[in-house]
């Protein structure tokens, strides 16, 4: 990780830093000065995911997404998917770290939703192609028999009611524990306009709850750690319109 330090970046005059102070209270994510200097923070890039001493590798092309055990493919995205983002993490907060993926896939409709005379709560959740958005974690699911055995889902979640553009995993609370940071948009828009909201999420014991929420016109996303501080910092490229 590289210290940055703000003299020598004048377009970080036009970023905007936000801080989760506390994602259980009404004042959830709080505009704050750009520290005068700070550390970047990526998504490690090798974790070793099924316990074996030897780290594993993330390599994405043309959509498809391959965990790499040295240079062999433990696990390949299906064809159907295309895969905007991964990363490795531990957003289940089991303690065992795992792959979050930002996929779109073609829609399907819940179950229940054929028996539903207007198509179901999700119906809309796609774009004009028939393509939807989820976030799926991918992980080691053991050396046990089939089909238990090797990687697979660990969770996967419906069609999301607003595409996320990219995400990051951080522990912006300073409790030990990643939280899921997004920025959605919209499915009638193009890919490349801005996202309307940040949201941070958190693992509740079956999927992921919204614990705070900016709307804005959001481009980037970057995590950030200021010295001396367990929090870590969302800074994003950034016009915030409200809460």
Not at 60 to 66: E, H, K, S, V, Y
Not at 90 to 111: I, K, M, S, Y
């Amino acid at each position: 990780m590289t210290t940055i330090r703000k003299s020598f970046f004048p377009l970080l005059l036009s970023l905007l830093a936000l801080l989760l102070l506390s994602p259980l209270t009404p004042q959830g994510l709080q505009p704050i000065p750009l520290p005068a200097s700070y550390e970047l923070l990526d998504s490690p890039p090798q974790a070793d995911l099924n316990g074996d001493g030897h780290p594993e590798t993330l390599h994405l092309a043309d959509g498809r997404l391959a965990i790499l055990s040295g240079t062999q493919a433990g696990w390949q995205s299906p064809a159907s998917w295309r895969v905007a983002q991964a990363a490795f993490s531990d957003l289940n907060r089991d303690g065992v770290t795992e792959v979050t993926l930002l996929v779109w896939r073609p829609f399907r409709p819940w179950p229940v939703d054929a028996w539903l005379p207007h198509g179901g709560r999700i119906a809309g959740f796609h774009d004009a192609e028939g393509q939807s958005c989820h976030l799926i974690l991918i992980g080691w699911r053991g050396d046990g028999p089939a089909p238990v055995r090797g990687y697979g889902e660990l969770w996967a979640g419906s069609a999301l009611a607003e595409p996320v553009r990219a995400f990051a995993a951080a522990d912006l609370d300073g409790n030990g524990w990643q939280e899921l940071v997004t920025l959605d948009g919209n499915y009638a828009a193009p890919p490349y306009a801005p996202a309307r909201h940040l949201k941070v999420w958190e693992w509740n014991g079956f999927g992921f709850t919204v614990v705070s929420s900016v709307s804005g016109a959001f481009r980037q996303l970057q995590i950030i750690s200021s010295n001396g501080s367990s929090k870590q910092i969302i800074l994003s490229t950034s016009l915030i319109t409200g809460h």
